[in-house]
């Protein structure tokens, strides 16, 4: 369990960090920029959830803990021989990408199909649903990114393709189920 005696360490004042399993990397290092920006994502669906309620506000508020189970995943390095843990490393597996996948088809089954791409906005909820969106593309674009120089857990870069997916049919959700949407007029200020 985690424990927060003192909040700062003075540790990383020399541009380091250490990584879950104690390893120090420097702040750069792309497995910190990976969950770094996971974090980045939690803090803006923190936002979101200021305007929900009901099932989305649930819902954000399960994605919030997903999400610190993702960044906890990033932070220890995949198939680490570490005989000192003290417990085993948190994954995120397959069950949580398939519960995205299903309220993510039950949203959509509500909404009329797009004949235009749509612009961020709308709703204030659907705002910052959009903005959850491009952050969680921005986190899945390092995660990936990472995942060519060190081993990712493939199912915590399912999550983040998954999560920008769900962000968006949120988005919908939160414009009257679509019909506020703000569409993209292709060439309009020509």
């Given amino acids: 369990m985690v424990v927060l005696n003192k909040i ?73 021989k570490d005989a000192t843990a003290e417990y085993p490393p948190l994954r995120v597996n397959d069950a949580q990408v398939d519960r995205l996948e299903a309220e993510i088809d039950a949203m959509n089954a509500e909404l009329s199909p797009l004949r235009s791409f749509i612009l961020p906005g709308g709703s204030a909820l659907a705002a910052h649903l959009h903005l959850c969106r491009t952050v969680s593309r921005r986190a899945e674009r390092l995660a990936v990114d990472l995942s060519t120089v060190e081993s990712v857990n493939p199912a915590a870069v399912k999550y983040l393709n998954r999560l920008s997916d769900w962000f968006f049919v949120a988005g919908r959700v939160a414009n009257g189920n679509g019909a506020d949407d703000i569409l993209w007029v292709p060439g309009a200020n020509r």
């Fill in 8 to 80: 700062y360490t003075r540790t990383g004042d020399s541009g380091d960090t250490a990584l879950g399993n104690g390893v120090r990397v420097p702040k750069h290092a792309p497995r910190v920029n990976a969950y770094g920006t996971v974090d980045e994502t939690n803090a803006t669906v923190g936002l979101a959830r200021l305007h929900a309620t009901g099932d989305l506000a649930t819902a954000l508020s399960r994605i919030q803990n997903d999400l610190f189970d993702l960044g906890a995943d990033l932070c220890r390095p995949e198939m680490e």
